[in-house]
């Protein structure tokens, strides 16, 4: 497992992350992603620690904050050193029915880490991101007090969550103004069958030096494979819960192409799509969930692959995203580095 700087810092974080999204569901959709109970979830952990995995990823709205709660307990379970681990959750997300119980506003951010603090059972917080863009709250006011629990020690890191690259960059350019604590990554959204992400973020994200923490890599179990040619019947995630969005017309010859990659390297479509995104540059770490070891030690494997010139050439043919403008333009017009 091999460690990676997180962005323009001094942090380092394992290639994988693992996500304790699955952790501590019941009913409605928690209960649909997961409903891992302590035992399972401290197996899981054990499993990730033992692969060289340090980075645990959870938010306080996964399961109510039980996803919180249960990721917490099982570090105490297992003994894992403080210092051996960093965890990073979230905050934006609704955590009841008021007006002000949800958002990235300065009262919001500071009860929310306290609770999150408080549920996991630590002192600090390795990394506090906005899990979402917040339009009814000013910018400086979210980054001021996300500077406020950096300065009062209960945050070390602060990053963003599903932002659009003009929100990512706003955001900056008002903590380098005002002196406040830099934003480190944004988690966002990344897979062969979804890479939107490459338009405007991936290109401003290496730009400003920010590190990119991969959620989903595996499109909600579609790179799998198991839900090849429509298939109905097949079991998982995607049939419960139809999230992420997946266009299966574009997503049929890559499935296609990912199997045959797959063959070559002795290993499984799910594996390869993993190990191209930790072939991109931008890419720091790569987030998986898993409700079995099983699935987890599997996933994980994906480290010892390496893809070459033609691996990754036809995987990006099959896969590309049709050109929009400006994109065609510049195209068109070439690199004057060339």
């Not at 645990?56 to 917490?72: C, I, M, P």
């Not at 903590?175 to 401003?204: D, N």
């Not at 429509?230 to 192409?257: H, K, Y």
């Amino acid at each position: 497992m091999r460690m990676r700087k997180l962005g323009n810092s001094g942090l380092f974080v394992s290639e994988l992350c693992f996500g304790a999204m699955t952790f501590g569901g019941s009913d409605g959709l928690w209960g649909q992603v997961g409903k891992l109970d302590q035992g399972e979830a401290d197996a899981l952990v054990g499993a990730a620690l033992e692969a060289g995995i340090n980075f645990f990823d959870t938010a306080n709205v996964y399961a109510h904050g039980r996803s919180e709660t249960l990721l917490g307990q099982s570090l105490r379970n297992l003994g894992v050193s403080r210092d051996d681990v960093v965890i990073a959750t979230k905050v934006a997300s609704a955590m009841g029915e008021g007006p002000n119980m949800r958002g990235a506003a300065r009262g919001h951010i500071l009860s929310q880490s306290r609770a999150s603090l408080k549920r996991l059972g630590l002192d600090h917080i390795d990394l506090y991101q906005i899990h979402a863009f917040d339009p009814a709250t000013p910018l400086e006011e979210t980054m001021d007090a996300l500077d406020t629990l950096v300065r009062a020690g209960d945050v070390r890191y602060i990053g963003l969550s599903n932002w659009a690259a003009w929100q990512v960059m706003k955001a900056l350019g008002i903590g380098r103004a005002k002196g406040l604590a830099p934003i480190i990554s944004l988690q966002a959204y990344y897979t062969l069958v979804g890479r939107e992400l490459e338009r405007e973020i991936v290109p401003m994200l290496t730009s400003e030096q920010v590190g990119l923490m991969v959620w989903s890599p595996l499109a909600g179990g579609y790179l799998t494979g198991k839900y090849s040619g429509g298939d109905g019947g097949a079991s998982g995630r995607l049939t419960e819960l139809d999230f992420p969005p997946i266009n299966r017309q574009r997503g049929e010859p890559l499935l296609a192409v990912l199997s045959a990659v797959a063959r070559k390297h002795d290993s499984t479509p799910g594996q390869i799509a993993i190990a191209w995104l930790l072939h991109q540059p931008a890419v720091t770490t790569v987030i998986l969930g898993a409700k079995r070891v099983e699935q987890l030690v599997e996933n994980m494997q994906a480290t010892r692959i390496r893809l070459d010139e033609a691996d990754l050439s036809e995987l990006d043919a099959v896969s590309k995203l049709p050109l929009e403008y400006p994109g065609w333009l510049l195209d068109r017009s070439g690199d004057r580095n060339s």
